[in-house]
């Protein structure tokens, strides 16, 4: 992939501080570990946005007045640097109203931070499962639009940057909102560059359970379809208000397309829909986004569509005139790997990223269903 810094194009240094221009003229700058320490109260857990397995994420305000969040990981090892190093080379490629834009980075002697703008509105895992989802902030609009530019976000990833890139961590705490509620997809700490004629490449697994494609959590076969079938995931947690694994009494625990498939199946699409939204949906749309999702969610990575017929379909534009489905083709996760979850319903923190290789070669197992186009595969 070549150095964290590569991307950059040119450099210049005013008044002490370096700013970075990149070939699409995006600029941003190197931080001072001090000038980071002062901006976020000494990394107080007051100023503390969120955690994962990567580190925390913390609200600034720089000297000049400037709000914005910055990114500590937690340990310098090689697999820190190599995050730090694919994000930083990553956000300095992309360029879109959907993506989070890199503000600046420090990379110190011990230590490895991001810059980013500070949304204000946190994450699309805050308002579905968080602090303010009591609030019903996200109404219907809200949704469909959150919905639609995380997917176009997705499709600039996947058709319209050179080299190509898959970002395998699709998933609502990545989703970021603005003050107007326009999403920008975030953390390209695990994602790949695609090298041109390249469909496939076999990876360690990495990732949030409940979101991961299964020939990537299996036998971690990672391609544009890892991320389309991730975003029928968050498409269908968005719809439902539900989160992609649920523990139910007992200690079970079912994903989303366990509880979903039933109701599909019988047409029963209003019975999906957050209830918090009062019965105030779009019901053209629902069935649309409800089409969508089931066809991103199939098991066999060349069932599912790519992102340009997401968005296509989403925006009410399918010119290969798809039928409605109905059935939900997909794999089931087994309790070998339930157990590897690390969310309760008392957490509603994103519980970060997760390295999974230890999926390898775990088998899981087929949903069965009556006849369909597909055969006699269905969920149980």
Same mark, same amino acid.
């Given at each position: 992939?070549?150095?964290?810094?590569?991307?950059?194009?040119? !450099?210049?240094?005013?008044?002490?501080?370096?700013?970075?221009?990149?070939?699409?003229?995006?600029?941003?700058?190197?931080? @001072?570990?001090?000038?980071?320490?002062?901006?976020?109260?000494?990394?107080?857990?007051?100023?503390?946005?969120?955690?994962?397995?990567?580190?925390?994420?913390?609200?600034?305000?720089?000297?000049?007045?400037?709000?914005?969040?910055? &990114?500590?990981? &937690?340990?310098?090892?090689?697999?820190?640097?190599? #995050?730090?190093?694919? #994000?930083?080379?990553?956000?300095?490629?992309?360029?879109?109203?959907?993506?989070? %834009?890199?503000?600046?980075?420090? /990379?110190? @002697?011990?230590?490895?931070?991001?810059?980013?703008?500070?949304?204000?509105?946190?994450?699309?895992?805050?308002?579905?499962?968080?602090?303010? /989802?009591?609030?019903?902030?996200?109404?219907?609009?809200?949704?469909?639009?959150?919905?639609?530019?995380?997917?176009?976000?997705?499709?600039?990833?996947?058709?319209?940057?050179? *080299?190509?890139?898959?970002?395998?961590?699709?998933?609502?705490?990545?989703?970021?909102?603005?003050?107007?509620?326009? =999403?920008?997809?975030?953390?390209?700490?695990?994602?790949?560059?695609?090298?041109?004629?390249?469909?496939?490449?076999?990876?360690? $697994?990495? %990732? @949030?359970?409940?979101?991961?494609?299964?020939?990537?959590?299996?036998?971690?076969?990672?391609?544009?379809?890892?991320?389309?079938?991730?975003?029928?995931?968050?498409?269908? #947690?968005?719809?439902? %208000?539900?989160? =992609?694994?649920?523990?139910?009494?007992?200690?079970?625990?079912?994903?989303?397309?366990?509880?979903?498939?039933?109701?599909?199946?019988?047409?029963?699409?209003?019975?999906?829909?957050? *209830? &918090?939204?009062?019965?105030?949906?779009?019901?053209?749309?629902?069935?649309?986004?409800?089409?969508?999702?089931?066809?991103?969610?199939?098991?066999?990575?060349?069932?599912?569509?790519?992102?340009? !017929?997401? $968005?296509?379909?989403?925006?009410?534009?399918?010119?290969? %005139?798809?039928?409605?489905?109905?059935?939900?083709?997909?794999?089931?996760? &087994?309790?070998?790997?339930?157990?590897?979850?690390?969310? @309760?319903?008392?957490?509603?923190?994103?519980?970060?990223?997760? !390295?999974?290789?230890?999926?390898?070669?775990?088998?899981?197992?087929?949903?069965?269903?009556?006849?369909?186009?597909?055969?006699?595969?269905?969920?149980?």
């Amino acid at each position: 992939m070549g150095s964290a810094f590569s991307c950059c194009g040119s !450099e210049k240094v005013e008044e002490g501080l370096t700013t970075i221009t990149t070939p699409n003229n995006a600029t941003w700058r190197i931080f @001072t570990y001090k000038e980071l320490h002062t901006a976020t109260n000494g990394f107080s857990d007051d100023n503390k946005l969120g955690e994962g397995g990567f580190g925390s994420v913390y609200w600034g305000r720089t000297s000049d007045g400037l709000q914005i969040a910055v &990114k500590k990981l &937690k340990a310098m090892n090689s697999k820190a640097e190599m #995050e730090f190093a694919v #994000e930083v080379e990553v956000l300095g490629r992309v360029r879109h109203k959907n993506l989070l %834009g890199l503000r600046g980075y420090c /990379a110190g @002697t011990d230590q490895r931070l991001i810059v980013y703008d500070y949304m204000p509105n946190l994450s699309l895992l805050s308002h579905l499962h968080g602090q303010y /989802a009591g609030e019903v902030q996200l109404d219907w609009k809200r949704r469909m639009k959150i919905a639609i530019g995380s997917a176009e976000g997705i499709l600039y990833l996947h058709h319209e940057v050179t *080299p190509h890139i898959i970002h395998r961590d699709i998933k609502a705490s990545n989703v970021l909102l603005d003050s107007d509620f326009e =999403p920008l997809v975030a953390d390209f700490g695990f994602a790949k560059l695609i090298p041109e004629g390249v469909s496939h490449m076999t990876t360690r $697994v990495k %990732g @949030t359970l409940g979101y991961l494609a299964p020939e990537y959590a299996m036998w971690g076969k990672v391609s544009e379809s890892c991320d389309v079938y991730s975003f029928g995931i968050l498409l269908l #947690e968005i719809l439902t %208000g539900r989160k =992609p694994i649920e523990k139910l009494p007992g200690g079970v625990k079912r994903t989303i397309t366990e509880w979903a498939e039933p109701l599909i199946v019988k047409g029963k699409f209003k019975e999906l829909v957050d *209830p &918090k939204l009062r019965g105030d949906f779009d019901e053209n749309q629902l069935k649309q986004a409800i089409n969508v999702a089931v066809l991103c969610v199939q098991s066999e990575p060349e069932k599912r569509p790519n992102m340009k !017929e997401v $968005v296509n379909t989403l925006t009410g534009y399918d010119p290969r %005139g798809k039928v409605m489905q109905t059935r939900i083709e997909t794999l089931a996760y &087994k309790e070998e790997l339930l157990a590897f979850d690390q969310t @309760t319903d008392d957490d509603d923190r994103d519980p970060g990223n997760q !390295e999974l290789g230890v999926f390898g070669h775990t088998k899981v197992q087929k949903m069965r269903a009556p006849y369909n186009q597909f055969g006699d595969q269905k969920m149980h």
